[in-house]
């Protein structure tokens, strides 16, 4: 299975190394998930009968949950996203690969993302860069996907990474218009994800009724402005390391102004953080970094006991606030308060049902 050292492999490697070993986080902004309260229903529920399953494209999946995808190309991510799939797939939710770049500039590259095939039956989200489409035809995108055995495809936009990437593509003229014509013409549904930084009502309002949903994938976990600083070893990034819209407010802005399937990423490190983005108007949250170092730590077997951490931690949060299904969830009462409010305010958003 060839595997020339081409820049963009040699990138993603560097990617994996600086998330795993260097600060990566944002230093002064958070998700703002920690002004959100989710008001009890008012009953009494045992763990043992909360419902945490759901559906994604008409599949039904374990718990609103799904691991977002980082990585792919080089021969040393297969055995990453090998056991990222089979943990995933044993415990019952969705996964991503990273940017299917690789594979589409060579396709003996394809073994290191189609490891769906290994892990059984479970639903994979494909992933393309948003300006990369400018370039690539359906055609191409179709068979990306197929390769892969792909549910989904994962469009990323990630203009605040390009920006201080030393390889970057800044030139996004067009690229919306061409993922609403991709969206189009493929099998799979579409979304639209950010890689870290968020994702604002303006941007999402340009989507609407053209693609099956939105992973915000905001500010206050993981900066790839950071991580791109880190590979220029300048100084220019550090200005922009914190800069986004942190996840809490990213969902809500693009709640507003979109009618299709919100999904909250970026910060999400445990089952309060679910809880709440779902009560807020998310329909799943994505995890990375956390699986990445678990993977890193035991393989497959410790992403699979994460994932069902998680999940039990979600069952009890619930039953302690009188949840017995996500569909309950998602009609909680919620205050929400300090700069999450503030800024909904300044930014004309409408918050979901509260508690006054």
């Known amino acids: 299975m060839p595997d020339g050292p081409t820049e963009t492999q040699k990138r993603k490697i560097e990617h994996i190394e600086i998330v ?178 968020g994702i604002s009502k303006e941007v999402a309002a340009k989507f609407e009724g053209k693609i099956y949903g939105i992973d915000v994938q905001g500010a206050g976990g993981t900066t790839w402005i950071g991580v791109e600083t880190y590979r220029s070893k300048g100084s220019y990034g550090k200005a922009f390391w914190d800069w986004g819209v942190p996840t809490a407010l990213s969902v809500l802005e693009v709640r507003s102004v979109f009618s299709g399937h919100v999904w909250a990423s970026g910060g999400i490190r445990s089952p309060a953080d679910v809880l709440k983005s779902i009560a807020i108007g998310a329909e799943m949250c994505g995890v990375a970094k956390p699986v990445l170092v678990v993977q890193n730590r035991g393989g497959s077997d410790e992403v699979y006991r994460f994932i069902e951490s998680m999940k039990g931690g979600l069952r009890q949060e619930m039953a302690r606030l009188g949840y017995s299904s996500i569909k309950e969830l998602r009609t909680a009462k919620v205050r929400i308060g300090g700069q999450l409010a503030e800024l909904a305010r300044q930014r004309g958003l409408k918050l979901p049902a509260s508690a006054d």
């Open 20 to 197: 795993l070993n260097r600060d990566t986080q944002y230093h002064d902004k958070t998700t703002m998930l920690e002004y959100v309260e989710v008001m009890p229903a008012g009953g009494a529920v045992s763990v043992n009968d909360v419902d945490i399953s759901t559906e994604v494209v008409g599949r039904g999946i374990e718990a609103p949950m799904f691991i977002s995808g980082m990585t792919g190309g080089p021969s040393a991510t297969f055995e990453i996203n090998k056991n990222i799939a089979i943990g995933a797939a044993k415990a019952g939710i969705p996964m991503g690969v990273g940017s299917q770049r690789a594979m589409v500039e060579n396709h003996d590259l394809a073994y290191t993302y189609a490891v769906k095939k290994l892990a059984g039956d479970m639903v994979l989200l494909g992933n393309i860069g948003a300006s990369k489409l400018l370039s690539y035809s359906p055609q191409v995108v179709q068979e990306m996907l197929d390769a892969i055995s792909a549910d989904m495809l994962a469009v990323h936009t990630n203009p605040g990474q390009e920006s201080v990437q030393p390889e970057g593509d800044i030139d996004f003229r067009g690229a919306y218009g061409r993922v609403c014509e991709v969206a189009k013409s493929i099998r799979q549904p579409t979304m639209l994800k950010e890689v870290g930084n």
